[in-house]
């Protein structure tokens, strides 16, 4: 079955940079589109950003020019670069592989940006 591991949160400072993993396995992962969202406390799940099968990417205003979406397809894996992190950036994160109709979520990874 298709899975998705998150890795790569934690504690960083204001100002600081972390880069987040998704290993994702179960599926021909190249084909699909693959994205990053979050969930603060008391929030909805919100968008952060995707990248298509061919590259292709888009992201939230509040990350844009902060985060990077990236993917390696020979490691089935996509990354996000997260610098110039700020206080309102603590969440988790998860990815997300879009399949036809199905969404299919990792367990999320936490990320805190706090002095």
């Known amino acids: 079955q298709v899975q998705l591991v998150e890795s790569g949160g934690g504690l960083v400072q204001p100002g600081g940079s972390l880069r987040l993993s998704c290993a994702v396995s179960g599926t021909i992962f190249s084909w699909y589109p693959m994205g990053w969202y979050r969930q603060a406390p008391g929030k909805q799940r919100e968008f952060v950003a995707t990248i298509t099968s061919g590259g292709s990417t888009n992201y939230a205003d509040s990350v844009k020019g902060r985060f990077t979406i990236s993917r390696d397809n020979a490691k089935n894996t996509v990354y996000l670069q997260m610098n110039s992190l700020k206080a309102e950036d603590t969440a988790v994160y998860y990815c997300?592989?879009?399949?036809?109709?199905?969404?299919?979520w990792g367990q999320g990874t936490q990320v805190t940006v706090s002095s």
């Open positions: 997300k592989l879009v399949r036809g109709s199905y969404d299919y």
